[in-house]
């Protein structure tokens, strides 16, 4: 008898998430986890967000537009056009959360059985997303010994079908850290006009670049902006993960009037949220600047502390709050796990994520993890000292 459909059994577990159970069990026994699987920041959430929610005087919770509050969608363009992002509060659809607007895309864009190109690894959930849009990604490799940078444009071009309908990126990329260059992204402008593609740009972590850089919108790119669509979100840039408001924004009018429509079926994106991230907008930049600062230091203790252990190999991430590093382990989906059943420094362990569910590509990622550096810096210096000793007192080490 057939219980589930193929989509439901094609549905993939998080690999952020699948090891709560043992996590949960650990801490059932009195062990403290530091989770550094999650891309869940300790940053506060500024009290700009939070003001009027607690001050809110609506004596109905009704519904509100399909696309967004019109207030809302106008204060976003005022905060897009800080960045030189020209745009319409037309050109804005309000999503439940970044997830949302990533599906509406996939679904506006593609029919079941077409193809989306993603460098990998890419975030973990696309996997999900394409499954529940009927879509099927093609991955490109980029490489941990290249910094995770944007694979030739050859091998983008080889894997281009009858069937591909869109280049998918995330930048600053999530779950390596890695900030895709102005080069690379006019590299992909070319392909995407040279096959009549449109570009899609996952930009949740735009205010997370560090060293100096400058980050490049794929709003940005002259020519190509009946082909572009930007994602985005508010969870990470305000701390305020749960409350699930993304946008998707294009100035592909029927792009948007798709993604409408999918909206409509829904009915609403969530209303206290919206006012919530309308006000946020007006979060002083001191804010930033403070937050910049502190996963600044946080990323140079954590990179310093792995490149002394010996057989890690840790990047330099560039942006976000990730990193992906390579193990010396024989499987790094087991040596999380035993993490957590198996191994404590004095009732205290790590949670991290085996980074081989952030690859499409069967058999990457085996020897290797990806770490948030969302935890405060004396949190990290802990964390790392018990992966140090997790990793010489592990059976399965292979240097």
Same mark, same amino acid.
């Given at each position: 008898m057939?219980?589930l ?6 549905m ?6 699948k ?7 650990a801490?059932e026994?009195?062990i403290?986890v ?21 001050n809110l ?11 967004g ?20 509060y037309?050109?804005?659809?309000v ?12 679904m506006?864009?593609c029919?079941p059985g077409?193809e989306i ?13 394409a ?11 980029s ?11 050859e091998?983008?071009a ?7 309908r869109? *280049?998918?990126i995330?930048?600053?990329?999530? &779950?390596? %850290?890695?900030? $895709?260059?102005?080069?690379e /992204? ?17 930009e ?9 850089l ?10 190509i ?7 985005d979100?508010v969870?990470k840039?305000?701390?305020a993960?749960?409350?699930r ?7 592909n ?20 949220e ?12 001191e ?21 002394? *252990?010996?057989?890690?190999v840790?990047?330099? &991430?560039? %942006?976000?709050? $990730?990193?992906?590093?390579? /193990? ?22 790590v949670?991290?994520a ?15 993890v990806?770490?948030a550096?969302?935890l ?24």
């Open positions: 057939k219980i459909s193929n989509r439901g059994q094609a993939p577990p998080s690999p952020i998430r090891l709560v159970p043992f996590a949960d069990q801490k026994k009195g403290h530091y989770h550094l699987n999650i891309g869940q920041p300790d940053i506060k959430t500024p009290d700009t967000f939070f003001n009027p929610i607690k005087d609506m004596p109905v919770l009704a519904y509100g537009p399909s696309a509050l019109t207030s809302l969608r106008k204060k976003l363009a005022e905060y897009y056009r800080r960045f030189d992002i020209d745009v319409t037309e050109n804005i659809l999503t439940t959360g970044g997830s949302e607007a990533i599906i509406f895309a996939m506006a864009i029919d077409d190109i993603i460098p990998e690894p890419f975030y973990t959930n696309y996997n999900g997303f499954v529940e849009a009927g879509v099927k990604i093609v991955p490109i490799t490489k941990i010994e290249n910094d995770f940078q944007l694979p030739p444009i091998s983008i080889e894997k281009i079908t009858d069937r591909t869109a *280049i998918l995330c930048n600053p990329n999530n &779950p390596t %850290g890695y900030v $895709y260059s102005k080069e /992204l006019e590299t992909l402008k070319e392909i995407v006009l040279k096959h009549d593609l449109f570009l899609l740009s996952d949740v972590y735009r205010e997370f670049v560090y060293d100096g400058t980050h490049t919108s794929v709003m940005h790119l002259p020519g902006e009946d082909r572009t669509i930007m994602l979100s969870s840039r305000y701390s993960c749960g409350a408001i993304g946008m998707i924004v294009s100035k009018q029927q792009v948007i009037d798709a993604c409408l429509r999918f909206g409509q079926a829904r009915l609403c994106p969530p209303t206290i919206q006012i919530g991230t309308e006000a946020g907008i007006d979060t002083p930049q804010y930033f600047d403070e937050v910049i600062h502190e996963y600044t230091e946080r990323r140079n203790v954590m990179v310093k502390m792995l490149r002394e *252990i010996t057989g890690v840790a990047p330099m &991430p560039k %942006g976000a709050f $990730y990193l992906v590093v390579k /193990l010396p382990v024989d499987d790094a989906d087991k040596f999380a796990q035993w993490l957590l059943t198996d191994f404590n420094v004095n009732n205290e362990t949670m991290i085996p980074a081989n569910g952030f690859y499409s590509t069967p058999g990457l990622g085996k020897d290797e990806r770490i550096y969302v405060n810096v004396e949190d990290i210096k802990k964390a790392m000292h018990i992966l140090a000793e997790g990793l010489q007192k592990y059976s399965g080490r292979t240097v």
